[in-house]
């Protein structure tokens, strides 16, 4: 389903070509046949493409054709002819072509309809090169061999043990994409072209997202050149700082759009549906509460040696309110300086688990926006190794439909439970009442 050619223009993929038997014509979408209908729903995701049948000629961007089709003078038979062109329309398309360059981006929506399309593309991508290997397995090649087939098998045997070949692929292009964008908003210089060396400046920052990036291309990163090469240069061009445009929280629905222009089933299928901002901030704030009245932690979540758990964490909104209530509360009491070295020492016993690497990626780019607009500098070595079960008090806060009960020691909470018609509210603080000594 690749286009039969891609282009370079100074070492960087430009634009591809996709070359049709003589007399199909050069209007993609009108095109007949199983496979050509197929391809080019694949295809109407690239930014910059031609159709021809050497004949007639048309240039397209994300699905949409860029002014008229240009047809030649003459016939071409069996591949063989001779053509004439009448006009300097062609000129002016291949020029086009040729020049294109991705166009700066500088909002959330932007960002999303440039991006979404090349990680739907990379994700169906991966989905044949898997089934060309599954055929060279059944040929005799070694699976060792066969690299998306190993990486599938290591993502199944590490983290998704039912994952489907089409649940690995959109995986695989959801953590690249997300780490790529991740990069550039650390300031990672994409001009390499370098997919590796990008990993590598991007593990300074988040040693995860930067090695998984590394761990996921290096092996095929040249015949996956097409896509990465494509969805590399387009990330480069994203200016943050103008996406973020001065804005508090710029990133709170990024993943959210991203799914929908992405995959909208998927969102549907996978529940992501994020907790709006006001009932998280509520739900801090009553456990908040509960810490500080009935577990005699004047400090609340931000008390030394009270461990905080978010068991789903998606793009980090409960994360996030933690470190606001916890400085906000003691920038007022006791001014920034305190309030700054609490949220620093809080961050060592904040723990958030989320199984997405897209949402990840954006609770890392939350996060980090909210430390840097709070003055907080946050170290590596500062932040333990250890599990949070090891500390002595223990506090679940996340929706409550997803939480687990937490291994807590003496003074635990119970989980809220979802009401039931009838039953008391499970918002209600007397449900978070101190389980009797074990």
Same mark, same amino acid.
């Given at each position: 389903?690749?286009?039969?050619?891609?282009?370079?223009?100074?070492?960087?993929?430009?634009?591809?070509?996709?070359?049709?038997?003589?007399?199909?014509?050069?209007?993609?979408?009108?095109?007949?046949?199983?496979?050509?209908?197929?391809?080019?729903?694949?295809?109407?995701?690239?930014?910059?493409?031609?159709?021809?049948?050497?004949?007639?000629?048309?240039?397209?961007?994300?699905?949409?054709?860029?002014?008229?089709?240009?047809?030649?003078?003459?016939?071409?038979?069996?591949?063989?002819?001779?053509?004439?062109?009448?006009?300097?329309?062609?000129?002016?398309?291949?020029?086009?072509?040729?020049?294109?360059?991705?166009?700066?981006?500088?909002?959330?929506?932007?960002?999303?309809?440039?991006?979404?399309?090349?990680?739907?593309?990379?994700?169906?991508?991966?989905?044949?090169?898997?089934?060309?290997?599954?055929?060279?397995?059944?040929?005799?090649?070694?699976?060792?061999?066969?690299?998306?087939?190993?990486?599938?098998?290591?993502?199944?045997?590490?983290?998704?043990?039912?994952?489907?070949?089409?649940?690995?692929?959109?995986?695989?292009?959801?953590?690249?994409?997300?780490?790529?964008?991740?990069?550039?908003?650390?300031?990672?210089?994409?001009?390499?072209?370098?997919?590796?060396?990008?990993?590598?400046?991007?593990?300074?920052?988040?040693?995860?997202?930067?090695?998984?990036?590394?761990?996921?291309?290096?092996?095929?990163?040249?015949?996956?050149?097409?896509?990465?090469?494509?969805?590399?240069?387009?990330?480069?061009?994203?200016?943050?700082?103008?996406?973020?445009?001065?804005?508090?929280?710029?990133?709170?629905?990024?993943?959210?759009?991203?799914?929908?222009?992405?995959?909208?089933?998927?969102?549907?299928?996978?529940?992501?549906?994020?907790?709006?901002?006001?009932?998280?901030?509520?739900?801090?704030?009553?456990?908040?509460?509960? @810490?500080?009245? %009935? +577990? *005699?932690?004047?400090? &609340?979540? !931000? $008390?030394?040696?009270?461990? #905080?758990? /978010?068991? =789903?964490?998606?793009?980090?909104?409960?994360?996030?309110?933690?470190?606001?209530? @916890?400085?906000? %509360? +003691? *920038?007022?009491?006791? &001014?920034? !300086? $305190?309030?700054?070295?609490? #949220?620093? /020492?809080? =961050?060592?016993?904040?723990?958030?688990?989320?199984?997405?690497?897209?949402?990840?990626?954006?609770?890392? +780019?939350?996060?980090?926006?909210?430390?840097?607009?709070?003055?907080?500098?946050?170290?590596?070595?500062?932040?333990?190794?250890?599990?949070?079960?090891?500390?002595?008090?223990?506090?679940?806060?996340?929706?409550?439909?997803?939480?687990?009960?937490?291994?807590?020691?003496?003074?635990?909470?119970?989980?809220?439970?979802?009401?039931?018609?009838?039953?008391?509210?499970?918002?209600?603080?007397?449900?978070?009442?101190?389980?009797?000594?074990?």
């Amino acid at each position: 389903m690749r286009p039969d050619y891609a282009i370079e223009v100074d070492g960087a993929v430009c634009g591809y070509i996709e070359i049709k038997k003589p007399g199909l014509g050069a209007d993609a979408p009108a095109l007949t046949g199983k496979h050509n209908v197929r391809q080019w729903k694949r295809l109407s995701d690239l930014p910059n493409l031609i159709y021809t049948d050497g004949v007639q000629w048309a240039r397209y961007s994300h699905g949409e054709r860029d002014g008229d089709i240009v047809t030649l003078d003459g016939t071409l038979s069996s591949g063989t002819g001779e053509l004439t062109v009448p006009d300097a329309g062609l000129q002016r398309l291949l020029s086009t072509f040729l020049g294109w360059a991705p166009a700066p981006i500088r909002s959330v929506g932007a960002l999303v309809r440039a991006v979404a399309p090349l990680c739907r593309l990379l994700r169906d991508e991966v989905v044949d090169q898997l089934a060309r290997e599954q055929v060279r397995i059944k040929q005799g090649e070694p699976a060792s061999a066969q690299p998306f087939t190993g990486l599938a098998s290591d993502w199944r045997t590490l983290l998704f043990p039912g994952a489907s070949d089409t649940q690995f692929a959109d995986g695989y292009a959801q953590t690249v994409t997300f780490a790529l964008l991740l990069a550039r908003s650390r300031g990672v210089a994409m001009e390499s072209g370098s997919i590796h060396t990008v990993g590598d400046d991007l593990g300074a920052s988040s040693a995860l997202m930067g090695r998984a990036l590394q761990l996921l291309t290096d092996h095929v990163e040249n015949s996956f050149r097409v896509t990465l090469g494509t969805l590399l240069r387009v990330v480069s061009m994203i200016d943050w700082d103008k996406v973020r445009g001065g804005r508090r929280d710029t990133y709170l629905y990024l993943y959210e759009e991203f799914l929908e222009a992405y995959d909208d089933d998927l969102r549907k299928s996978s529940g992501s549906y994020y907790t709006p901002v006001d009932v998280a901030a509520q739900m801090v704030r009553l456990t908040d509460d509960v @810490v500080r009245s %009935r +577990l *005699d932690r004047p400090d &609340g979540l !931000g $008390a030394p040696g009270v461990s #905080v758990i /978010d068991p =789903a964490a998606g793009t980090g909104t409960f994360l996030l309110r933690i470190l606001e209530i @916890v400085y906000d %509360r +003691l *920038d007022g009491d006791s &001014g920034k !300086g $305190a309030a700054r070295e609490a #949220v620093a /020492d809080l =961050a060592t016993r904040l723990f958030g688990f989320e199984l997405q690497m897209g949402p990840h990626a954006v609770s890392e +780019l939350r996060v980090n926006d909210v430390l840097t607009r709070l003055g907080v500098q946050i170290h590596r070595e500062d932040v333990p190794r250890r599990g949070p079960g090891q500390d002595p008090h223990h506090q679940a806060v996340g929706p409550p439909d997803r939480q687990q009960r937490l291994p807590a020691r003496e003074d635990r909470l119970r989980t809220p439970r979802p009401g039931r018609r009838g039953q008391r509210d499970p918002a209600e603080v007397s449900w978070f009442q101190p389980s009797p000594a074990v």
